[in-house]
């Protein structure tokens, strides 16, 4: 089977991003990642595409007049990536619907909280505060609505009386970098099947 071309898009700590460098690097995934793209000059992410050999595109959010103007170079970078699946990995910022509508079934994304509860920002947060007894995290398609893309995968943790929003995140984290590769594989394996809602797993 050809290897499909996956790009990330990542704004941070990048910690998934390298789980799925490692699950390509391992053969558990057989893609090649052709770029990593990012809207934060200063994400640790760069540092471990820099290890990895893979080329970064870098648009500076900060370095644009308005969120359009933006939205227009990220667009750009994405279209030239020429990549078969783009994986948002901690990407901070809703994609605006052009976006969207320029890549359908060809974007996925990693939510830490079982979606659809705890859309948005913060979700370990609002698992805590809600007083949740399971949390965990989604890999779903990415569509126009916020976090509500059809799913492709979810795991689950306790929640622990004693957690804050730490805790809780490194509980998550650690079932996040199995669970994106794992989807990521199933992807570049042709294994997906969207039937409207739902992801059938061939
Ligand atoms: C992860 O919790 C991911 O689910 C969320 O943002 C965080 C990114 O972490 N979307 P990292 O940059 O992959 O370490």
Redesign the pocket.
């Known amino acids: 089977m050809m290897k499909k071309r996956i790009a990330v898009v ?9 789980a799925v460098i490692d699950a390509i690097r391992a053969g558990t995934v057989p893609a090649e990642c052709a770029a990593l793209i990012t809207d934060n000059p200063k994400a640790y ?1 760069l540092e471990r595409a820099q290890k990895a050999g893979i080329p970064c595109r870098i648009i500076d959010y900060a370095t644009f007049p308005s969120r359009e103007v933006y939205e227009r170079a990220l667009l750009l970078t994405m279209k030239e990536a020429d990549v078969d699946l783009f994986v ?5 910022r809703i994609l605006s619907s052009s976006i969207v509508r320029a890549f359908p079934q060809k974007m996925i ?4 909280a079982l979606l659809p509860s705890f859309t948005g920002l913060h ?2 947060r609002q698992a805590v505060l809600y007083g949740v007894k399971v949390a965990g ?1 989604t890999v779903h398609f990415v569509d126009e609505s916020l976090d509500g893309g059809p799913i492709i995968l979810q795991k689950c943790v306790p929640v622990l009386d004693s957690d804050d929003e730490d805790a809780l ?1 490194e509980r ?2 650690l079932h ?1 970098h199995q669970c994106l590769p794992e989807a990521i594989r199933l992807f570049c394996e042709d294994r997906l099947v969207i039937e409207g809602r739902k992801v059938r797993i061939l």
């Not at 948002?88 to 901070?92: H, K, T």
């Not at 994304?109 to 830490?112: G, L, Q, Y």
């Open positions: 990542a704004s941070g700590r990048g910690s998934n991003f390298q992410a948002l990995a901690g990407y901070m994304n990693i939510h830490p979700a370990q995290c995140a998550i984290l996040e």
